[in-house]
């Protein structure tokens, strides 16, 4: 990233957890190793104790400070509160960017973004970055169309929609039309220090599942395809999953059910290079995905990977891919047993590393939003 000015960003989502939070912790490294002044506002209630450690390392990088609110998934009572307080805490960092994450994050950007120009005259780029959140939601249901509905007026506050893929820009522009604000296509990206191999663990299980324990994730898929695929094969398969999640416990008890309670370690979150020494392959069966981190991680240290043909997925392991399944138990089970019983000739059909670190590197990803940053500030002059 070029040091044309020293800018103060700030960025704002709600979770801090999961494809977003990892995200801006590579935006912050990027703009902060370029000179410019970052700071963060996200919710107080969410995540655990390795969440925790994530912000702990955050704060001392952070100049404009990291603020924690209260932020509700839906929007309730609560939220006339948390809007108040953020307000007042993005007025007091003065943001020239104010970047907003996720359906949460995007609203309170562009809305507190727009009251500042309005009553302070000051000139602060509105950006955001859907990362899948609204975009989930069904048009043909009351719930959508409201949701759509005010995404569109919401564009009349936007400087730039930044989306991580291509799949994300086209539901967008299907689902609410095309952008009538300014936007950028920017892949999501990967240091050079994550394309190395990461070594197997001698007692590593088959399958990994790592991510948020949740339905959209696709949890209760990836137990029920173990099952089928362990039947198929002749001999109990192992894995491990990694996270947590309102529907950790029912997936636990889901596992004991089927009869895999001894053969699945559930793991509380950490981080993705230390989750990929437990297993051979990496399971994704989410039902919903933009362009999740966790396929180019687990790539990029070398490690096998059968995902969702969902999102933005095929656009990093191509649109033929025969890692990409149907997220359904069914098909992720024959798949998975095919890849167990020849990892070699499984790991042959995934994409080459070199291609994929010119495509998804965080320099590339870095350096077009910072000039989209600018361009955005340069219209205001």
Known sequence: MTNEKSLRIVHCFRAPVGGIFRHVRDLIDAQVAAGHKVGVICDASTGGAFEEALLDEMRGKLELGLERIAMQRQIGPGDAIAAFRTYKIIARMAPDVLHGHGAKGGTYARLFGSMLRRFTGTKVARFYSPHGG???FDPATMQGRVIFRVERLLERMTDRIIFVSAYEQGVYSKKIGVPRCGHALIYNGLKDSEFEPVPLDGDA????????????KGPD????ALAQASAASGHTLKAVMIGDGNDRAAVVEQAQRDGLGPHIRFLMPMKARE???LAKVVVIPSLAEALPYIVLEALAAGRPVIASRVGGIPEILGETSRALVEPNAEALAKTMTRAISDLPAFKVLLPDIHALREKFGVANMAA????EYFSALATQD
């Open 221 to 224: 898929i990836f137990v029920s």
């Open 275 to 277: 989750a990929f020494r």
């Open 134 to 136: 609204s975009l989930h």
């Open 368 to 371: 077009r939003l910072e000039a």
């Open 205 to 216: 299980a088959d399958f990994l599942f790592i991510g948020e324990i949740r339905e959209l």
